[in-house]
């Protein structure tokens, strides 16, 4: 199975600050039809997931634009531009190239 | 607006069975592939299974094959997961996601249901 690395695991941010998260994947997501399928999740406190960014870079519908995901090949990062309050909780990153999916273990934000 | 709404989650005894079942609305689910992700208490997310819009392909986790089976009835937008020889392990949040790329990519999420093994 493709293990997924999220780093770091703990991410304490000062409110406005940008915050950025790591997540490296042991092989290459590159799918045989040229898609890289590596998403985000959110995970606020007592709530569902809510997909941020799939396909390495494209934003769902309602996220802010202060989420910007970027990467290639084995690794991906995912930006908060400016971090708000209501940012606080667990990210996921995610691969969909290879059976199994698999998720990285997750990142928890929280402000300082 | 995409909505899944699971439910049957329960307490159960190691060794036990229980069906979980997911009502979707706000999209064509014959369309759609459809997902079972697990979230142990205080854990990360954990892909379970998948199934192919039409029902004729499934995927399962090495962790539940040949214990748990994914279903799903399109005339009632319903996907189903028998759990059978449920074990302390399987005991987690379990949500059901709409999906594509054969179910490897879930988007939308329902809100889970909680499946408790102890004895």
């Known amino acids: 199975d493709v293990v997924m690395t999220q780093s770091p695991l703990s991410l304490p941010v000062t409110l406005g600050q940008p915050a950025s998260i790591s997540c490296r994947s042991s092989?290459?997501?590159?799918?045989?039809?040229?898609?890289?399928?590596l998403s985000w999740f959110q995970q606020r406190p007592g709530q569902s997931p809510r997909r941020l960014i799939y396909?390495?870079?494209l934003r769902d519908s309602g996220v802010p634009d202060r989420f910007s995901g970027s990467g290639s090949g084995t690794d991906f990062t995912l930006k908060i531009s400016r971090v708000e309050a209501d940012d606080v909780g667990v990210y996921y990153c995610?691969?969909?190239?290879?059976?199994?999916?698999?998720f990285g273990g997750g990142t928890k934000v929280e402000i300082k | 607006e995409v909505q899944l709404l699971e439910s049957g989650g329960d307490l159960v005894q190691p060794g036990g069975s229980l069906r979980l079942s997911c009502a979707a609305s706000?999209?064509?689910?014959?369309?759609?592939?459809m997902s079972w992700v697990r979230q142990a208490p205080g854990k990360g997310l954990e892909w379970v299974s998948a199934?192919?819009?039409?029902?004729?392909?499934?995927y399962y986790a090495d962790s539940v094959k040949g214990r748990f089976t994914i279903s799903r009835d399109n005339s009632k937008n319903t996907l189903y997961l028998q759990m059978n020889s449920l074990r302390v392990e399987d005991t987690a949040v379990y949500y059901c996601?709409?999906?594509w790329g054969s179910g490897r990519n879930p988007e939308n999420w329902g809100q889970g249901t909680l499946v408790t093994v102890s004895s």
């Open positions: 995610m691969q969909g190239t290879l059976w199994p999916p698999t």
């Open positions: 092989q290459s997501l590159v799918h045989s039809d040229g898609n890289t399928y």
């Open positions: 396909k390495v870079s």
């Open positions: 706000g999209f064509t689910f014959i369309n759609c592939a």
């Open positions: 199934i192919s819009g039409s029902g004729d392909s499934t």
């Open positions: 996601a709409k999906s």
